[in-house]
């Protein structure tokens, strides 16, 4: 029943909608096998899946008819975190399952993957051609010498090669590492040379913003400084002949091999994804191809709803963990669109145009991409056909408020909005999607299925309705198997199980509500803590950002040697915007009234830019340290941050700090608190 302090959801899924679910279908048939309560939708099926772990996981490996080539001996040999095993004596291949469309005649020659440069124009490669493709690809690497464990690395935007090369490697049981084009040469070595690849997919160049990169220098470099290197493999995206030495893409996949896919224990490795590593060389996480093929099927084919049919487009370069998502799609028989190129080029408008030429059924974005439309008054409902959209998901930082009233008004008002949290460490959601349950404004819908959520206060006591620390009580088969050159696993306990022994502590502040729906309030390492009273920054950003004024803004909470606290807001202002009086005004003003008067900042500081890791997230952490004083190649990896000059203001206002006790003069307000 609704009421005013329960206003009514933003967004509820109709009967027929909930009864074709494939969740809803998955939970009956886990009833009628598996033990799973037969009522109380979603909620009950989730409290069965945390506590019935092991029924829970052996499940979706039914549902999906996981391919055991050995049988497993148990589900789940020890729950302990770090160092649970699952599915001890099961040997599988992930290339396998992503491939496995292919093998329907009927299918074969539908797409498997939708490839959309600038021009927005798609161009397909079918199923059986990208499995012949790993076929061919694959047999060139055993010629190569490439064996199970060895690892193959991609210098690569988002290209059908880049699929093909990553499904090749995973199908001879070798393990895959990416980055994008973008990245700097010292920036992919920092990743690479931690693994020691020896096979190496790369690029001439890119294109992005309607102009040419050429990155046949930083090849170079690369090719010099990976001595383990015994082949480098020339993709001419910008059309230049292979350098010496190296091998041409055309002939590496010209033949007509079958697959053969390498059987690997369930916990050999699959890939490395890399944490942004901006103070410090980035952690080189390792999972596995089983628990990555399980985590994938849940999450893509019964919390995204998607399989055969469908087509699932979400915005992201090589460089982010939401690549190996997208690729993962080809496991439920979904069409994976690959977008190579800006998110706003020529327009604003561009991932919708793509969304609407590709016929996405899911489409996935960022939220400051949302909120950067609304901003420029994009109008997609109206400009776009996107009748075929019936999931608009969002990740990277919280949706605002705004963003869910945006998305419902300007796309759809019958549309699925799923703002999802999870992270690179597991590779996939903590909480998000369910097509079955209503949408509320600022919040994810739920804890996903096998995730024993929890936001827990200091003490280590759970909370509800209170903000807390994101906690995992219990192991999922995406959490990392080890770091690479972790021997004895300090680096990872101290990551993940340092302050709760046994528990994984994720790093972000939550609010579990009494209904089950979670909100995202930002990082926990660079939370506001004003006269005891916490928030994250993400609420603050919220708030500010609604401003037309403010293009992005950047709060920092400092715990000052003598005992004080200073909390200066740095903002980005739109163009044409000025820092005057009346937008100071305004800004705490909408802080004061939306959020509290203890958080209305002390100084509101004019700044060029709001830096960012290579993957588009806010640096907090590196200038809060600048702000203590922190020389800048300590507090930061260079090579991990979007622009470093930007750094260089911060650290500029620290010095000045340090000599004045206040910010640079006409640069900033004192606010009273």
């Excluded at 770090?82 to 040997?91: I, S």
């Excluded at 161009?123 to 464990?149: D, F, K």
Aim: aromatic share 8%; glycine share 8%; hydrophobic share 40%.
């Amino acid at each position: 029943m609704t009421s005013a302090a329960n206003p009514a959801p933003l967004w509820q899924p109709d009967p027929d909608r909930v009864a074709a679910a494939r969740i809803t279908r998955f939970q009956a048939w886990a009833a009628e096998r598996h033990g799973a309560p037969a009522e109380g939708g979603y909620p009950a099926l989730h409290r069965w899946s945390v506590e019935e772990l092991e029924t829970f996981w052996q499940a979706v490996a039914e549902w999906f008819e996981v391919r055991f080539s050995t049988p497993y001996e148990r589900v789940l040999a020890d729950r302990a975190m770090p160092g649970a095993r699952w599915f001890p004596g099961a040997t599988l291949n992930y290339a396998e399952h992503a491939l496995r469309t292919a093998e329907d005649p009927s299918r074969a020659h539908d797409p498997a993957l939708l490839h959309v440069d600038e021009t927005h124009e798609p161009s397909p490669v079918s199923w059986s051609e990208l499995r012949r493709q790993v076929g061919a690809l694959a047999a060139q690497l055993r010629a190569l010498g490439v064996q199970p464990g060895d690892r193959v690395s991609g210098y690569l935007p988002n290209i059908p090669q880049a699929v093909t090369a990553f499904l090749a490697t995973a199908a001879v049981g070798a393990v895959w590492t990416s980055c994008a084009p973008d990245f700097g040469a010292r920036s992919v070595l920092d990743r690479f040379q931690q693994v020691e690849p020896v096979v190496l997919f790369t690029v001439d160049g890119y294109r992005y913003g309607g102009k040419e990169h050429d990155r046949a220098g930083t090849v170079a470099e690369l090719r010099r400084e990976l001595p383990t290197l015994r082949a480098v493999v020339h993709i001419p995206l910008l059309g230049t002949d292979a350098p010496e030495g190296t091998l041409e893409w055309s002939a590496v996949t010209a033949g007509d091999a079958e697959p053969v896919f390498e059987q690997v224990p369930f916990d050999h490795p699959l890939w490395v994804l890399y944490s942004s590593g901006t103070t410090g060389l980035p952690k080189a996480i390792v999972q596995s191809q089983g628990g990555i093929l399980l985590e994938h099927f849940k999450q893509i084919g019964l919390h995204c709803d998607l399989g055969l049919g469908d087509r699932l487009f979400w915005f992201t370069s090589t460089g982010w963990m939401m690549w190996n998502f997208l690729v993962s799609g080809l496991l439920t028989g979904t069409t994976v669109v690959l977008y190579d190129g800006s998110p706003g080029f020529p327009d604003t408008g561009a991932q919708w145009r793509v969304a609407e030429r590709t016929g996405a059924t899911l489409f996935g974005t960022s939220a400051a991409y949302v909120m950067a439309c609304a901003k420029a008054d994009v109008h997609p409902g109206r400009d776009f056909d996107l009748s075929r959209v019936k999931c608009v998901a969002t990740t990277g930082s919280p949706l605002p408020p705004d963003g869910f009233r945006w998305i419902h008004d300007e796309v759809a008002d019958d549309l699925w909005i799923a703002s999802v949290s999870g992270g690179t460490d597991v590779c996939s959601c903590f909480a998000g999607a369910v097509p079955t349950l209503p949408v509320e404004i600022g919040e994810l819908q739920a804890a996903c299925l096998g995730t024993d959520l929890q936001s827990w206060d200091p003490q280590g006591k759970p909370v509800i309705d209170e903000v807390g620390e994101l906690v995992v009580t219990n192991p999922m088969p995406s959490m990392p198997i080890r770091f690479w050159n972790d021997p004895d696993g300090s680096r990872y306990r101290d990551s993940y199980f340092e302050m709760y022994p046994g528990v994984w502590r994720h790093g972000d502040w939550i609010t579990i509500t009494d209904r089950g729906s979670v909100v995202i309030h930002g990082r926990s390492d660079s939370t506001l803590n004003r006269q005891g009273v916490r928030m994250g920054s993400a609420d603050i950003y919220e708030v500010v950002e609604r401003l037309p004024e403010i293009r992005e803004s950047l709060v920092i909470g400092l715990e000052e040697p003598d005992g004080g606290y200073w909390m200066p807001l740095f903002v980005h202002l739109a163009e044409g915007a000025a820092l005057d009086d009346e937008l100071r005004a305004r800004i705490k003003q909408s802080i004061r009234e939306n959020l509290s008067p203890r958080h209305v900042p002390d100084d509101i500081i004019e700044v060029p830019g709001v830096p960012h890791t290579l993957t588009g997230k806010r640096i907090e952490v590196p200038v809060k340290r600048l702000l203590q004083g922190t020389a800048l190649d300590k507090a930061v990896n260079p090579g991990s941050v979007d622009n470093l000059e930007l750094l260089r203001f911060y650290e500029d206002i620290a010095r000045t700090r340090t000599r004045r006790s206040v910010p640079v003069s006409g640069t900033s307000s004192r606010a009273g608190r």
